[in-house]
């Protein structure tokens, strides 16, 4: 296993009132596996995320990366953001070769390897193209360049194709099953897109409204890349929403 | 093109007029308002025996040094102030009250504790640059999208290299900016200064030909630093605008 997730509560608070984002999270999450976390927007889903990654912190119980608690960020955990988070004044040959520099290694090294992942995500021709020359969804694939370059064990990405629109984000969604594939990353997928959810996951645990609490944990066992057309697909798809229409409060 | 030209044309006017009022039906008299005439006559003699190009190096030089004393105080501590709370919080009550007093009331001290001269220049030069490109950095860098800072430690940086690598570059564009401000208040307090304190430079001559009634060569050395300001606010804005991502 990679991740285990304890009893984990996580409040926030504010001038007047302490607000619960999630209750009593229990996890475990396998080596190589695909999960996504699914739920309405506000669910936590994006909170629990960050405290995978170390960018947050739980307000009691743990969570451990092969048994070591998790007590800040590292590129062994690479995070896909839902906002552009590419450095505007780098290229993207520099963004992506960013985690390299940082760690010490000499240029001529760190470019070599950065074009590789580079030409992972298809854009080898705009490697020299700073990000607002670029659409979204190719920021995204610069994003995601950007945390393979480092070679992590895990992928962490937080509803990174919510801003595209459907084509490029079923792209990128097939474009990811082939680096998952290629690569055997551990990744661990935020949305609140059923259908992207059904497309991707090993494992979807769906989350109730906040409080976000786990209500339902679904594997899908249909081979990649998954035919959204399938009636086994929509059954699934069906079940899912269904289960977040009784559970809306609002 | 089209803009320098459109930008020429008032200047033009001014200068015709300034010309009728005075060369040519002598409504303004000379000891009021010199006539163009005369205050080429005494840029080409201020040109001919050195004075003008010495001056203005003398206040070049000297704003040039105050302000990159400036900077180098003020750029790292703007830094820091923008990144920790608890610095802002330790600076912002004397920063607070030592940025409203005008640079240019520092000048006794200045003399007392630097003698007349260069000394004292830098000081009030450094004391009146120094707060905008405080200000500007600090706001830079509070103003930072998060998300920049969370993707440098999510790609292994630690804080020194956020602070080299992402903080800084993110910040320059305010960062010129307050620099650019800086500049223009460098450059009048130099000549306030040299009007007090000094035996050269622009505000020197300005200040001597006024009380010798040479006022064509007062404008001169007005003109003189009309065209540096100039000069720096076109290169920092050429610097602004390469940044503009």
């Given amino acids: 296993m990679v991740f285990k997730i304890k009893k984990v509560n996580k409040n926030f608070q504010n001038k007047t009132m302490e607000m619960e984002i999630l209750k009593n999270i229990d996890l475990t999450i396998e080596d190589g596996e695909f999960l996504v976390l699914l739920g309405p927007s506000g669910c936590g ?13 739980p307000s009691s119980g743990t969570i451990t990366d092969n048994d070591v608690p998790v007590l800040n960020p590292s590129p062994e955990r690479g995070f896909v953001f839902q906002q552009y988070s590419l450095f505007p004044w780098r290229t993207v040959l520099d963004n992506v070769a960013f985690g390299l520099e940082v760690k010490g290694i000499d240029a001529e090294e760190r470019y070599e390897k950065a074009k590789n992942y580079i030409e992972m995500v298809g854009l080898s021709a705009f490697i020299e193209s700073y990000p607002n020359q670029l659409s979204g969804g190719m920021k995204q694939r610069v994003a995601i360049a950007r945390a ?7 992928l962490l990405m937080d509803e990174p194709f919510a801003a595209l629109d459907v084509l490029s984000r079923h792209k ?32 979807i645990l769906v989350f109730s409204e ?9 594997k899908i066992e249909q081979e990649r890349m998954r035919d959204r057309t399938s009636e086994e697909y929509l059954d699934i798809k069906r079940k899912i929403t269904g289960l977040l229409e009784t559970n809306q409060k609002f | ?22 060369t040519y039906t002598g409504i303004i008299p000379s000891y009021l308002i010199p006539s163009p005439h005369d205050v080429f006559e005494a840029f080409k003699s201020l040109l001919m025996n050195g004075i003008l190009i010495k001056d203005t190096v003398d206040t ?36 607070g009250i030592l940025r409203p007093i005008p640079p240019i009331a520092w000048i006794p001290f200045a003399i007392l504790w630097f003698g007349l001269g260069l000394g004292s220049a830098i000081f009030i030069i450094f004391v009146g640059s120094v707060f905008p490109i405080l200000i500007s950095t600090a706001d830079g860098v509070k103003r930072i999208d998060k998300v920049y800072i969370e993707s440098a430690y999510t790609l292994g940086a630690d804080k020194l290299q956020t602070i080299k690598k992402v903080v800084f570059p993110a910040a320059l564009p305010n960062i010129i900016t307050g620099l650019k401000v800086g500049m223009g208040i460098a450059l009048m307090c130099t000549v306030a200064a040299e009007m007090i304190g000094s035996n050269n430079g622009l505000g020197y001559l300005i200040l001597t030909a006024t009380s010798m009634l040479d006022s064509a060569s007062a404008i001169v050395g007005m003109l003189a630093i009309g ?19």
């Fill in chain 1, 172 to 203: 990128l969604q097939k474009e990811i099953i082939q680096i998952w594939q290629q690569e055997t990353k551990t990744i661990i997928f935020v949305t609140h897109n059923v259908d992207e959810a059904v497309f991707l996951a090993d494992r």
């Fill in chain 1, 210 to 218: 906040r409080p976000g609490r786990i209500i339902q944990t679904l």
């Fill in chain 1, 148 to 154: 393979l370059v480092n070679e992590p064990d895990s």
């Fill in chain 2, 227 to 245: 065209v540096i300001g100039l000069t720096f606010e076109y290169i920092f804005t050429r610097m602004e605008r390469k940044l503009n991502w």
């Fill in chain 2, 60 to 95: 070049l030089s000297r704003v040039i040094i105050g302000f990159i004393v400036a900077a180098i105080v003020a750029v790292p501590l703007g830094i820091l102030i923008g990144w920790s709370e608890t610095v802002e919080n330790y600076l912002s009550f004397i920063i």
């Fill in chain 1, 45 to 57: 889903k994006t909170t629990l995320l960050r405290m995978i990654a170390g960018l947050d912190f």
């Fill in chain 2, 1 to 22: 093109m089209r803009k320098t030209i459109i930008s020429l044309v008032i200047p033009a006017i001014i200068i015709v007029i300034w010309a009728v009022l005075t």
